[in-house]
C-alpha cells in the first residue's frame, strides 16, 4: 500500500479563500478589514520567511498587515510596550510575535502580555485554557491547521486513537486537547515515554511535533493509519525533512503529510482564520 498524500497547500488555498469571502462579507457590511500586527525581532532568516509569507497571505486575503521588525537587540521591555500599545489600538484585531525570540526575551511574559481577544497565535493560557474546557476561542495555528486537514480529507478522530509525539506548548498539548474536543482517545508522548514504538504501533492516527529529522520510524506505522507531520528539518544539503520517515511511512499508512507542503501551510492560513475570526468576535 502507499498512503493517499494530505495537500495541504491545496487545503490552504481554499481556506485563504473562504477567509477572503469573509473579509469581503465585512467590507459589504460596511465594516473594516481585518487588521493583523506581526512582530519579528532579530534576524534568524527561517523566522524571516515566515513573517514575510505571513504578510504575503494577509494580502491575499485582504487582511490588513502591520509590519514591526526590530533588532535583535530590543529590550524586553520595549517589546512588552509596544504591545501595550497595540492592545490599546481599536483598530487591531490580531497580535503576533513570531517565535522564538532573542534569549534575553521571556517568551511566556510576551505570551501573557497579549490581549487574549487579539491572540491570534492562541498560545495565552486564558486561550489554552478555553480549549482545554471544550470553549475554544482562539486556537493555537497548528493544531487547528491540522483539524481542518483531517476535516478535508474527511478523517474523523471521534473513537481513534490518536497518539501525539512531542508535548511542546505551541503544538503537542494543544493538538491533544483537539484530538480530544473531536473525541479521540488520546495519548501524548515525551522524552520520559517508556516504549515510543509501541505507542505509535497503536495509533489510528500519529501526529509527529519533535523537531527532529526521521525520528518516528516507518516500520512503527500501524497498517493503514493516518500520519501528520509537523516538523519541520532543514538538512546540511538545505533541503527539508519531516519527524517521520517518509518513505518507509508512505508505504503502510493510509494517508500522510509530505514536508514541505504539508502542515506548514495550514499554520499559516488558520492565522488568516483566528485574525478574521478575531475581527468578528469583536469589531
Ligand atoms: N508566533 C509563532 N511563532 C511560530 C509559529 C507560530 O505558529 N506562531 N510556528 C512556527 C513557524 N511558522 C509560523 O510562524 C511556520 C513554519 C513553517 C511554515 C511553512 O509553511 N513551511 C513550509 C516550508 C517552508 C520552508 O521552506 O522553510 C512547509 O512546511 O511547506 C509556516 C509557518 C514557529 N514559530
Ligand atoms: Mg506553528
Not at 506548548?169 to 486537547?177: D, E, H, M, S, T
Amino acid at each position: 500500500m502507499s498512503a493517499q498524500l494530505i495537500d495541504g497547500k491545496a487545503v490552504a488555498e481554499t481556506l485563504i479563500t473562504q477567509v477572503r469571502e469573509g473579509v469581503d462579507a465585512r467590507l459589504a457590511a460596511g465594516k473594516r478589514a481585518p487588521a493583523l500586527a506581526v512582530i519579528l525581532i532579530g534576524d534568524d532568516p527561517a523566522s524571516g520567511v515566515y513573517v514575510r509569507n505571513k504578510k504575503r497571505n494577509c494580502e491575499k486575503a485582504g487582511i490588513r498587515s502591520l509590519a514591526w521588525d526590530l533588532p535583535a537587540s530590543t529590550t524586553q521591555d520595549e517589546l512588552l510596550a509596544i504591545i501595550d500599545q497595540l492592545n490599546a489600538d481599536d483598530s487591531v484585531d490580531g497580535i503576533l510575535v513570531q517565535l522564538p525570540l532573542p534569549k534575553h526575551i521571556e517568551p511566556q511574559a510576551v505570551i501573557e502580555r497579549i490581549d487574549p481577544k487579539k491572540d491570534v497565535d492562541g498560545f495565552h493560557p486564558y486561550n489554552m485554557g478555553r480549549l482545554a474546557i471544550k470553549m475554544p476561542l482562539l486556537r493555537p495555528c497548528t493544531p487547528r491547521g491540522v483539524m481542518t486537514l483531517l476535516e478535508s480529507y474527511g478523517i474523523d478522530p471521534k473513537g481513534k486513537k490518536a497518539v501525539i509525539v512531542g508535548a511542546s506548548n505551541i503544538v503537542g498539548r494543544p493538538q491533544a486537547l483537539e484530538m480530544l474536543l473531536a473525541r479521540a482517545t488520546v495519548t501524548v508522548c515525551h522524552s520520559a515515554t517508556a516504549d515510543l514504538a509501541a505507542e505509535v504501533a497503536a495509533a489510528d492516527i500519529v501526529v509527529a511535533a519533535v523537531g527532529k529529522p526521521n525520528f518516528v520510524k516507518g516500520e512503527w506505522i500501524k497498517p493503514g493509519a493516518v500520519v501528520i507531520d509537523v516538523g519541520i528539518n532543514r538538512l546540511e544539503n538545505g533541503s527539508l525533512c519531516g519527524d517521520v520517515e517518509f518513505d518507509s511511512a508512505r508505504e503502510r499508512a493510509a494517508f500522510i503529510t509530505p514536508v514541505p507542503g504539508g502542515v506548514g501551510p495550514m499554520t499559516i492560513a488558520t492565522l488568516l482564520q483566528n485574525t478574521l475570526d478575531s475581527a468578528n468576535l469583536h469589531a
